[in-house]
């Protein structure tokens, strides 16, 4: 078995035939796919069809729902599995569960009809989500919200939970604070601000590139007796949020969305992108600056 941590016999089977007859439908739209979009939208058509099953899950920790490797691009494929990034593809059908349950099931067929046309599978994502009323930029930032309070946002939470390694961990960032946090394309990330203790306030400032990589901040108020609404951040814009004793935590979560690819269909070495092309903004910073009164 090329997955032993999954369904094992006839369950084994069932979700094979769902995945792979997929693949067969997905050669008659476009053969030349990016094979991310062929394989997380494969992975999803598992659950739809055999629902009870849930072999999927296994691939959760390799995926934007992992606790180590949430930062990878959602495109990323490393065909190398001795490699960071391995696996990553089958992951990432959980960006297609979070559309499905908030936009439902069609999004996957849409995005396909629009791949048939020509544009490769972030295009076609981005092209789907447009037909809703649906900015992208914004999306991919509340999917990577959604990611860290997965608990709550998505309706098989209780199973996610219990397997290990899912779950995005946020790096700890003491104030003051003063850096440029570097991302690649497509990615999201995650920091923690915790009170030292005496403190009312934190200001935090978060200067973003050009509007044309997508970029999108939002600070989370962390309490034990539950967390505030996530605050979006304006760029460059002092943002004064609540770091007093009742507060856990600020939670500062960084999106690049950038879907801009040069020399599509050009790329000779691994890891691959979308359109087997390369990413143009894989170098887009993040200024923080974290202050308390």
């Known amino acids: 078995r090329q997955f032993p941590t999954g369904a094992s016999g006839?369950?084994?089977?069932?979700?094979?035939?769902?995945?792979?007859?997929?693949?067969?439908?997905?050669?008659?739209?476009?053969?030349?796919?990016?094979?991310?979009?062929?394989?997380s939208t494969a992975v999803w058509m598992e659950d739809e069809v055999y629902p009870l099953v849930n072999d999927n899950i296994q691939y959760l920790p390799v995926g934007p729902l992992s606790s180590t490797f949430f930062w990878l691009p959602i495109d990323?494929?490393?065909?190398?599995?001795?490699?960071?990034?391995?696996?990553?593809?089958?992951?990432?059908?959980?960006?297609?569960?979070?559309?499905?349950?908030?936009?439902?099931?069609?999004?996957?067929?849409?995005?396909?009809?629009?791949?048939?046309?020509?544009?490769?599978?972030?295009?076609?994502?981005?092209?789907?989500?447009?037909?809703?009323g649906q900015g992208w930029a914004d999306t991919f930032h509340q999917f990577a919200i959604a990611n860290y309070f997965f608990r709550t946002s998505y309706s098989e939470a209780a199973l996610y939970a219990t397997v290990p390694g899912v779950g995005p961990q946020?790096?700890?960032?003491?104030?003051?604070?003063?850096?440029?946090?570097?991302?690649?394309?497509?990615?999201?990330?995650?920091?923690?601000?915790?009170?030292?203790?005496?403190d009312p306030a934190l200001n935090l400032t978060v200067t973003m590139s050009g509007p044309e990589t997508n970029p999108r901040a939002s600070a989370v108020v962390l309490r034990a007796t539950g967390n505030d609404p996530p605050v979006s951040l304006t760029s460059g814009v002092p943002t004064p949020l609540p770091f007093d004793s009742t507060v856990t935590g600020v939670l500062l979560v960084l999106s690049n969305g950038s879907t801009r690819f040069a020399a599509c269909d050009t790329a000779q070495a691994t890891p691959f992108y979308s359109c087997f092309g390369a990413p143009v903004d894989d170098n887009v910073s993040f200024a923080v600056t974290a202050t308390s009164p």
């Open 170 to 198: 946020p790096q700890p960032l003491a104030v003051p604070f003063t850096g440029s946090i570097p991302m690649g394309h497509l990615s999201n990330d995650y920091y923690l601000f915790t009170p030292p203790g005496g």
């Open 10 to 39: 006839k369950p084994a089977l069932q979700v094979t035939a769902a995945h792979e007859f997929l693949h067969l439908v997905q050669f008659g739209y476009d053969a030349w796919e990016d094979f991310w979009f062929f394989e």
């Open 76 to 132: 990323i494929f490393q065909p190398d599995p001795s490699q960071v990034g391995a696996g990553n593809e089958y992951g990432t059908w959980v960006i297609w569960r979070y559309l499905s349950e908030r936009l439902g099931r069609d999004v996957v067929r849409d995005a396909w009809n629009i791949a048939r046309g020509g544009p490769y599978g972030i295009q076609a994502l981005e092209a789907m989500l447009a037909t809703r």
